[in-house]
């Protein structure tokens, strides 16, 4: 099984529309969609978000994420603790780098994904530009939201019918970033046709 795991924008993105979805293995490398406590922790902690996601504190989203979220035990948290002292050091000692062509630096909670992804063979999927750009520099790999998306329709996990309703909802929300959109028209251009 290839674990993928998901960041609080990827997570909040997508967890309303596809049902069930961490813990479901798909694909022919049976990907399995798992979050962090620090998700729900960072949710919890954003009256914004709080607000922008009312459904994220409904019974069944949260029992399917109390049910599939990873258990670290102290031993492998503090190691990911160490990890993400390293990535979120490496941030601050070049700060600027993080803050050009649409990026901003990658947080504390941010690094600590990646550490994961770094330190458990995991996938992480992640739509901010500034963990895109930390993860090459340590070789981490990571997908943004509309690659899993192509992963789970080519699985047929999703129908193009699917696809299209997510992205036309992350457009509705305003959420949708500019990979999503460039995504839009390449990515799925059998479903949405080429740019106009």
Known sequence: M?????DTNAYLRLA?????????PFGQKSYALTILKDVEEEVHRSPKLQAKFPWFDAAPVV????????????TERAELEAATSVLHGWVLSDMQSYMTNGRSPPSKTDCFILAFGQIRPAIVVTDDLGMHKLAEDFGIVVWHGYELLSKMLSAKKLTKEDVREIIEAIERNGDATGTWLAAKHTTFVKIFGPPK
Not at 63 to 74: D, F, N, P
């Open 2 to 6: 290839t674990l993928v795991l998901l």
């Open 16 to 24: 309303k529309r596809i049902s069930p979805m961490l813990g479901v």
């Open 63 to 74: 029992a399917e994420r109390l049910a599939k979220q990873v258990r670290l035990s102290a």
